[in-house]
């Protein structure tokens, strides 16, 4: 979904927000990801109304209703899914999220002033190891991040809070290698500067992640062809058991690739 604005923060007196979370809003342009859960989330109560009618009238399929074409016909016939009454035409809608929040300072107007990381903006994922080589799985906040980097620490913390050790971390964008089980024990002998084919089509990008959650896809996709038919209705692929295998690659200017 295209972000049209920044998030800022809302009062919603029907949703009930717990304790050190607070609600934002982010006007988004009305797209094939307006499905029924999202349809929800729109903070005005009006516009909701008239898009669920519009979803239920096609089906309750968002990838035709909420086309540029599905949109069309909706805003010229807006009055028959809005009990008969006159609207004006919708293109965009405004969402509120549920996040956390956190003090941008602790001095002078900083310490009064939150900040709120839109979602979807997580930046590192924690790889962690107990002494048996178990690994375990965390998405780092955006305001440990912060708080680690303005102490001059690393971004990511050497342990988590089972006292596990860091393997290594990962971010959108960075490159893992999937090795199979004859390489799990001697990944430091591959030579990554002559991958067979099979072993080339090993390597994937990382795309998001949440929780203890990994997506990525092939390295060599630039953008999927057929939208939420290649790679799940996500258009990417879940680490489950590669998560247990994997490891980040470095890649240097001159494209030379080595275990991290």
């Known amino acids: 979904m295209h972000k049209d604005t920044v998030s800022g923060r809302i009062d919603l007196p029907r949703i009930k927000v717990p304790k050190g979370k607070m609600l934002t809003a982010t006007r988004k342009s009305v797209d094939w990801s307006f499905n029924l859960k999202t349809i929800e989330s729109i903070t005005d109560t009006g516009i909701q109304k008239i898009l669920k009618n519009y979803l239920n009238f096609k089906g309750n399929k968002p990838e035709i209703a909420f086309s540029p074409e599905g949109l069309e016909e909706m805003n010229k016939s807006i009055a028959q899914f809005n009990d008969g009454k006159a609207h004006q035409p919708i293109y965009k809608a405004r969402i509120f999220e549920l996040g956390s929040k956190f003090a941008l300072g602790e001095t002078g107007n900083k310490k009064h002033k939150y900040v709120e990381a839109a979602k979807g903006t997580n930046l590192f994922f924690a790889v962690y190891a107990d002494n048996n080589g178990k690994r375990s799985y965390d998405t780092i906040p955006l305001n440990i991040v912060v708080e680690r980097q303005k102490q001059g620490l690393r971004s990511v913390p050497d ?12 971010s959108p964008n960075d490159l893992v290698y999937v090795p199979i089980e004859d390489e799990k024990d001697a990944a430091d002998g591959i030579d990554f500067g002559k991958l067979s084919k099979e072993q080339v089509n090993r390597i994937y990008k990382i795309i998001s992640f949440t929780g203890n959650r990994l997506y990525a896809v092939p390295v060599s996709v630039a953008t999927v062809i057929v939208n939420k038919l290649e790679y799940t209705q996500l258009n990417k692929i879940e680490f489950i058991k590669d998560k247990e295998l994997c490891f980040k690659l ?3 200017r001159l494209g030379n690739i080595t275990k991290a």
């Open 250 to 252: 470095d890649v240097d």
């Open 159 to 170: 342990t988590n809070e089972k006292g596990h050790h860091l393997l290594f971390y990962l």
